[in-house]
């Protein structure tokens, strides 16, 4: 097949049609970053000779849900140029039984890091914190926070998610005391929202204090907390999902595995062991 180019052009367009799909500033973003890398690798003619190669470049530093994602947004261009004759097959991913303890953030853990940030009296980190391990919104959703409930808008799809009451009383005073009379709660002090990269920051800072180990503290395993801790309370991974936002199950169930320690105990207490 001769070789094709990707040009600005072509990188312009493909935006344009995923705003038109109505995707998540997120996602855009990193659909537009995962082709330009790819761009920038061929470096000229594209022939699928170019991406089975970068598949395997990919393969060679990235994890494979990693390398999938990035393949789904380069195959996504190439369904938009109409370049079918290019796209690849994700990688086969074996289901994950169980997580890496290093990667799993526990209950107390979580206290730890609030006790830190209170400790270091950053009020508005600590509330970010429980706001999200105790309703398991995420962190793009967090200006929905109101004080009663968080409508969120996220992909095409509107969902409520209640704030409990001992939250919404925190949020209330909070907001009294920060002289904040509507919109959104968790600003700078310039009056935008507190962005993800802050959070990341902020939370980082706090590992030394909390005893915690920095690779399990990011915001989204707060999330993946909250949803290990309902479904251990609920057993309904069908309402769970609901309740996160996920459109399947399966993203669900990456959510509630245990780690390996919990997974060996498991097998212990079935004393099949004669």
């Not at 994602?69 to 169980?98: C, E, P, T």
Request: a positive charge; one cysteine or more.
């Amino acid at each position: 097949m001769k070789g094709l180019r990707i040009t600005t052009k072509d990188i312009a367009g493909f935006r344009e049609h995923l705003i038109l799909e109505e995707r998540s500033a997120a996602t855009i973003q990193k659909y537009i970053r995962d082709v330009k890398a790819f761009a920038e690798y061929a470096n000229g003619a594209v022939t699928k000779e170019t991406v089975i190669a970068y598949k395997k470049h990919l393969q060679e530093h990235y994890a494979v849900r990693s390398v999938n994602s990035m393949l789904a947004s380069i195959n996504s261009l190439f369904a938009f140029l109409g370049w079918h004759d290019l796209r690849v097959k994700a990688l086969k991913l074996q289901q994950q039984v169980y997580c890496p303890e290093e990667k799993e953030l526990t209950k107390a853990e979580y206290a730890r890091l609030c006790r830190a940030a209170q400790h270091r009296h950053n009020e508005r980190l600590n509330l970010v914190l429980q706001t999200i391990c105790g309703t398991g919104i995420r962190v793009s959703e967090l200006q929905a926070a109101k004080c009663g409930e968080a409508v969120v808008h996220c992909k095409g799809k509107t969902r409520t998610g209640f704030i409990i009451r001992e939250l919404r009383k925190k949020l209330l005073r909070y907001a009294t005391k920060q002289n904040i009379q509507s919109g959104m709660i968790f600003i700078t002090r310039t009056g935008k929202p507190i962005s993800r990269t802050n959070i990341w920051r902020e939370m980082k800072a706090l590992c030394v204090e909390a005893e915690v180990n920095p690779q399990k503290v990011f915001p989204h395993n707060l999330r993946h907390l909250f949803a290990r801790v309902f479904y251990g309370i609920e057993k309904d991974i069908a309402k769970l999902a609901d309740i996160l936002g996920h459109s399947s199950i399966n993203t669900t169930r990456i959510y509630i595995i245990s780690t390996g320690t919990e997974h060996r105990r498991r097998m212990e207490n079935m004393h099949l062991i004669l």
